[in-house]
């Protein structure tokens, strides 16, 4: 049995947390890994381990712990709810799971920033997982100046087996049930 590699894209608050619980209800032997989760066991447990600037090497290192576990001890599908927006980064990582012989999909969440906007003002979220920032607003505000970036690293057919966009929570039952037609038809 081939498994399955998951990965979304998108900014803060476009959905990626919710879309991959859901995703991980209704698809079998699978794991969501979510990087927020370790961002928060790092901030509550090991605060003193997080650098105070510079690249969270200790957060990446945690999420790809997991991750390779998951790879080499378990036959579990993969949710890997990440941001995921550089090109490379995600090169880097597709590769790593294309060598392990996953079939990979891209989610991209193309949500319009003024829902964002909204979604950060109506947010409970916890910002103590937030390291060089104190509001998620701040977060989408880097992310909007990025937008040069985004549109440079936006995914593309060519970098995964299939790519799908989520423009609203609307489509995530669409693309959810897609995926998992996928996961019955391979």
């Known amino acids: 049995m081939r498994r399955f ?12 947390t919710i879309f991959a619980k859901a995703l991980e209800k209704r698809m079998p032997n699978s794991v969501a890994i979510d990087q927020d989760v370790q961002a928060e066991i790092l901030s509550i447990f090991y605060p003193n381990l997080i650098p105070k600037e510079g690249t969270n090497t200790i957060k990446y290192a945690l999420t ?13 599908h993969i949710i890997l709810s990440n941001s995921n927006r550089s090109y490379k980064a995600r090169e880097k990582l597709l590769n790593y799971f294309k060598e392990n012989n996953f079939i990979c999909i891209l989610v991209n969440f193309e949500v319009h920033d003024r829902i964002l906007e909204e979604r950060i003002k109506e947010s409970h979220r916890d910002k103590t997982i937030l390291r060089t920032m104190s509001f998620f607003e701040e977060v989408l505000i880097q992310q909007q100046k990025d937008a040069f970036l985004e549109k440079k ?32 038809n391979t």
């Open 153 to 184: 690293n936006a995914p593309t057919e060519k970098e995964a087996d299939y790519l799908f966009r989520i423009k609203s929570s609307g489509d995530f039952n669409i693309v959810i049930s897609k995926i998992t037609e996928l996961l019955i």
């Open 5 to 16: 590699v998951i990965m979304t894209v998108g900014k803060t608050h476009s959905g990626k």
């Open 64 to 76: 790809q712990t997991i991750v390779d576990y998951t790879v080499e001890q378990t036959n579990c």
